[in-house]
């Protein structure tokens, strides 16, 4: 079983949320409706998990496959359902954007792997019914 801690650190709505390993991510709500804006919003941290779970994915099918990654960078948008509670992901675009000797093919057929196949948030997302659409830049 995975254990993490939450602790509320101000007066409003703004938590340290901490993993067995001490890793630290800071949580807050938007001025609006009383937060103070001092981290990320939970909503805002799922498409950041989508991206570092099919990031770690892309790059261990890469790395086995001998391609050389100079950078690699992952633009997430995504758009929430509009006036229900809860207001679930109903669209996110994942752009994949790579640097170095990379073949594109190659690419294509790690995030399709991953997106589709491995990547344990994109699949929670999907059952929740969120449209994951994705696309893979590659520069020399």
């Not at 990547?119 to 696309?135: D, F, N, P, Q």
Request: glycine content about 6%; overall charge neutral.
């Amino acid at each position: 079983m995975i254990k993490v801690e939450l602790q509320r650190v101000d007066d409003a709505f703004a938590f340290e949320a901490k993993d067995a390993a001490n890793h630290i991510v800071q949580f807050d709500a938007a001025k609006e409706i009383g937060g103070n804006n001092s981290g990320v919003r939970p909503m805002q941290t799922l498409l950041m998990s989508l991206g570092s779970c099919s990031g770690i994915d892309i790059v261990s099918i890469l790395q086995k496959q001998k391609q050389r990654i100079k950078s690699f960078n992952i633009i997430i948008e995504g758009e929430r359902e509009q006036g229900k509670v809860p207001s679930l992901w109903k669209y996110i675009k994942v752009a994949f954007i790579f640097r170095g000797n990379i073949d594109v093919e190659k690419a294509k057929k790690a995030c399709a792997l991953s997106i589709d196949k491995y990547c344990s948030v994109a699949a929670t997302l999907r059952a929740a019914g969120c449209i994951i659409e994705w696309e893979v830049e590659v520069n020399e």
